[in-house]
């Protein structure tokens, strides 16, 4: 499968934003999917999780209450819905493809990586 993200972009403090990752491929709904973020200067970090059928999702602290992660199986697709975004929300954000078992937020656990979107927020 691979990956392409979409929907970044310039917003305000407080505003919201939502980020797409299409996928190709006939097996995406076999894949765990994420969403990371890589600041200027700072390591890539987890940001949410969603299991196979969209049941299960898991966020990071910093983004609970605030994000939401979704998937469409048929559409090849998952998701986040980002509202009162924050300065220090502003990254490079990559949705990310796991074939494990196990629903895991560590990076090393996914092996497909889309080419990430900007998204800035300013004050």
């Known amino acids: 499968v691979q990956l392409q993200a979409s929907g970044g972009g310039l917003v305000q403090a407080g505003g919201s934003l939502r980020l797409s990752c299409a996928a190709s491929g006939r097996t995406f709904s076999s894949y765990v999917m994420a969403w990371f973020r890589q600041a200027p200067g700072k390591e890539r970090e987890f940001v949410a999780y969603?299991?196979?059928?969209?049941?299960?999702?898991y966020y990071a602290d910093f983004v609970k209450g605030r994000f939401t992660i979704s998937r469409d199986n048929a559409k090849n697709s998952v998701y986040v819905q980002m509202n009162n975004l924050k300065p220090e929300d502003t990254a490079v954000y990559y949705c990310?493809?796991?074939?494990?078992?196990?629903?895991?937020?560590?990076?090393?656990?996914?092996?497909?990586w889309g080419q990430g979107t900007q998204v800035t927020v300013s004050s």
């Open positions: 990310a493809a796991s074939a494990e078992t196990t629903l895991t937020p560590n990076p090393l656990s996914y092996r497909i």
């Open positions: 969603i299991n196979r059928a969209g049941g299960i999702a």
